[in-house]
T-cell receptor
Framework: QQQVKQSPQSLIVQKGGISIINCAYE??????FPWYQQFPGKGPALLIA?????SEKKEGRFTISFNKSAKQFSLHIMDSQPGDSATYFC?????????????FGKGTKLTVNP | NAGVTQTPKFQVLKTGQSMTLQCAQD?????MSWYRQDPGMGLRLIHY???????DQGEVPNGYNVSRSTTEDFPLRLLSAAPSQTSVYFC???????????????FGPGTRLTVT
C-alpha cells in the first residue's frame, strides 16, 4: 500500500502566486518529513524538512506545515517563480526497528507561468 | 567533493543481458541506497546499505543484486534484464546519526536504462 499519498499530481501557478502541495501518511512511527525538489534530468535534492515536534518550518519562500493529529503535511511556496518549476516529492522515514528507509510520495509537477 | 557519481548516464540493454550500474560517493557516508523512478510512481527503494558488508532489500528488490565491499561504492547488478526494468535509476547516500536516523540524502545524477 502507498504509505505517503501526495496531491495534486500536477499544479500550474502564475508567477507571484502561492503553490501548495499536500501529503498524508498512515504510519504514526514516521518521525522525519522531508521535501525534495527535482529538476528535469537531475537527481532530487533536499529542499526542506521537518520533525513532528514542530507545526511549521520556514526557509525563505518555502514553508512546511505539519498537522500531527491529521497525519498530514504540506509544502507552501510563496511568491512562486518560474525557476521553481520542478517536480516536488514529499517523503517520510522512521527510526523504528532499525528501518533506515525513506518512503516517497509520487510527486507533484509544478509549473510556474511567467 | 564530487558528491555522488553514477555511471553510465544512459544504457540500452537487450532482454536477458546483464549489467552493473556503478555508484560512488566521496562524503564518507555510511548509508547508501538505490531507487528507481518511473512516471507517476515516485521514487521506489530497491536496495540499501548501512555500511560495508551490510545490505538489505527495499520495496522493489526483485531482479536486482547489490553488494557493499567499501564505504565508497555501491553497485547495482541486473542479472537478466527485463523490459519492466526500463527506468531511471538513482543512487543516494547519507550520513547516519546513531544507528538508524537518516539525514539528508544526496542523490546522484541518475542512469537512464532502456531494456528492449
Amino acid at each position: 500500500q502507498q504509505q505517503v499519498k501526495q496531491s495534486p499530481q500536477s499544479l500550474i501557478v502564475q508567477k507571484g502566486g502561492i503553490s501548495i502541495i499536500n501529503c498524508a501518511y498512515e504510519n504514526t512511527a514516521f518521525d522525519y518529513f522531508p521535501w525534495y525538489q527535482q529538476f528535469p534530468g537531475k537527481g532530487p535534492a533536499l529542499l526542506i524538512a521537518i520533525r513532528p515536534d514542530v507545526s511549521e518550518k520556514k526557509e525563505g519562500r518555502f514553508t512546511i506545515s505539519f498537522n500531527k493529529s491529521a497525519k498530514q503535511f504540506s509544502l507552501h511556496i510563496m511568491d512562486s517563480q518560474p525557476g521553481d518549476s520542478a517536480t516536488y516529492f514529499c517523503a517520510a522515514s522512521t527510526n523504528q526497528g532499525g528501518s533506515e528507509k525513506l518512503v516517497f510520495g509520487k510527486g507533484t509537477k509544478l509549473t510556474v507561468n511567467p | 567533493n564530487a558528491g555522488v557519481t553514477q555511471t553510465p548516464k544512459f544504457q540500452v540493454l537487450k532482454t536477458g543481458q546483464s549489467m552493473t550500474l556503478q555508484c560512488a560517493q566521496d562524503m564518507n557516508h555510511e548509508y547508501m541506497s538505490w531507487y528507481r523512478q518511473d512516471p507517476g510512481m515516485g521514487l521506489r527503494l530497491i536496495h540499501y546499505s548501512v555500511g560495508a558488508g551490510i545490505t538489505d532489500q527495499g520495496e522493489v528488490p526483485n531482479g536486482y543484486n547489490v553488494s557493499r565491499s567499501t564505504t565508497e561504492d555501491f553497485p547495482l547488478r541486473l542479472l537478466s534484464a527485463a523490459p519492466s526494468q526500463t527506468s531511471v535509476y538513482f543512487c543516494a547516500s547519507s550520513a547516519l546519526a546513531g544507528t538508524s536516523v537518516i539525514y539528508e540524502q544526496y542523490f546522484g545524477p541518475g542512469t537512464r536504462l532502456t531494456v528492449t
